[in-house]
């Protein structure tokens, strides 16, 4: 039996845990918001074919996940079980990230397109999966706490956030000025900085001896682990939350680069936009945990959900109204926030649920559906978009665009996700793990005490 302390949280290891987030934010602004349209423009990869790609990515990641979400449970040393694997994947992720966007001149068409899968894989499939399931483990192990959770998943976000709308505003303005390859290693070195700075400034509390409350926590095999996990029904649940939030996500972000650089010809407009889409979602955090006190995770997912649906719905109804656009985009980055907040401190409940009902506790792997569903949800959000430019007639070699590929660039940005969002609603009415929630807390209470 290994022990883990179950006091509350300091504000300066909330804020070392949500550091690591903000590296990984980096990687997925980047590969939300640019990726897709550095390699059909800067690159010349058409459009489906990067869909296409990403797609193919996909058959890895389940494989991956699993291992990885294996490995951190068997995990131990004296740092832990989920801290060394960002501790060991931190210089790792800013090496991939840096080939990615580096991709060869002197390459042939082919020959890019296999740099691409390759480089695309690596990062997405083994070392994000690595760094992303221990990094999403890690706060089951630092607290049992509802509400600490809560708080800290909302600065998580908060910093992530602020993260996003730096990395799109410099991206926009610097990338046609120092290219990707330069812009890509100012990342890549700050990513590292930054999960170094998560590895040093927690601390798992299994296995330390206090005079303060402990919570004893029994570890398993994965053979006796992995049946249990698959008797969570709300294991299911949120991934499927995850999977189609990402696709949603995804879309958007890469939809956004296409339109301000297509249908309203400025880039530099990007800036601009993606300031009224991450403010809000930055207000939207901090509101959050006063939210959840008074409704609960679930309610507050529900109200937010219905918000991001009525604020795309505007931004697709508009045209070229920009006036209207950033209306629905501020309404939408509103919405974000609680639902970035609650969705990801909804794991440790479905962790505890798992624990609740079976006996077997097991962050590693009901931690991968996080993983999973994000990669998921990226890679076929990637997938869409391809479709969706290939279907409009998209030419990112092209001076300007046929009528047909900015009519499917403005459906990719506001209508499509009125879609996903609805099915996003539907999913989270099902999860309902809030009614269990005091009672689970309770129970593991009484039985680790």
């Known amino acids: 039996m290994a022990e883990v302390r179950s006091n509350r949280l300091s504000l300066n290891e909330k804020v070392c845990y949500s550091l690591g987030d903000c590296a990984g934010q980096i990687y997925v602004a980047l590969a939300t918001f640019f990726l897709t349209g550095y390699y059909t ?3 010349g990869i058409a459009a489906a074919a990067v869909g296409t790609m990403m797609l193919v990515a996909r058959i890895f990641d389940g494989t991956s996940d699993l291992i990885m979400g294996a490995l951190v449970d068997k995990t131990n040393t004296r740092w832990g079980k989920a801290r060394p694997w960002i501790l060991w994947t931190a210089p790792l992720m800013g090496i991939a990230l840096f080939a990615m966007f580096s991709v060869p001149e002197f390459l042939g068409y082919d020959g890019k397109l296999i740099y691409a899968y390759i480089t695309y894989i690596l990062l997405n499939c ?11 483990s890690l706060l089951a192990r630092m607290t049992l706490d509802v509400q600490d959770r809560v708080s800290c998943t909302s600065i998580r976000f908060v910093l992530g956030t602020i993260t996003t709308l730096g990395v799109n505003a410099i991206t926009a303005n610097l ?20 999960l170094f700075t998560c590895f040093w400034g927690c601390k798992e509390r299994v296995g330390e001896k206090s005079d303060g409350e402990t919570v004893q926590v029994k570890e398993v095999p994965l053979k006796v682990a992995f049946p249990t996990l698959l008797k969570n029904k709300f294991f299911y649940l949120q991934a499927a939350m995850m999977i189609f939030l990402y696709i949603n996500i995804m879309t958007v972000g890469s939809m956004m680069y296409f339109f301000c650089n297509s249908v309203i010809n400025d880039l530099s407009q990007m800036t601009f936009m993606s300031m009224c889409y991450t403010i809000p979602t930055i207000l939207g955090c901090f509101a959050n945990p006063t939210l959840v006190s008074k409704m609960g995770k679930r309610r507050v997912l529900i109200y937010s959900f219905i918000l991001a649906i009525i604020g795309r719905l505007l931004v697709g109804a508009a045209g070229t109204d920009m006036t209207l656009i950033l209306v629905g985009v501020a309404l939408h980055g509103l919405a974000l926030g609680p639902i970035y907040s609650n969705v990801f401190a909804i794991t440790p409940d479905v962790i505890d649920y798992g624990e609740w009902k079976t006996g ?9 559906c996080v993983s999973f569903g994000l990669k998921v949800g990226l890679g076929l959000g990637g997938f869409v978009v391809g479709q969706i430019l290939a279907f409009g007639g998209y030419d990112g070699m092209a001076a300007t665009q046929a009528q047909s590929a900015l009519d499917a660039i403005q ?3 506001g209508y499509l996700s009125v879609i996903l969002s609805a099915i996003c609603l539907g999913i989270i009415y099902l999860l309902n793990i809030d009614q269990y929630i005091n009672q689970i807390q309770a129970d593991l209470t009484a039985k680790h005490g």
């Open 41 to 43: 423009d800067t690159v």
């Open 411 to 413: 459906f990719g940005f």
């Open 175 to 194: 990338v046609t000025q120092i290219g990707w390859s330069y812009l890509a290693a100012g990342y890549s070195g700050l990513m590292a900085m930054l």
């Open 126 to 136: 083994i070392i994000y999966t690595a760094n992303g399931i221990a990094y999403n």
């Open 360 to 368: 077997i506790r097991s962050e590693g792997l009901t931690t991968c």
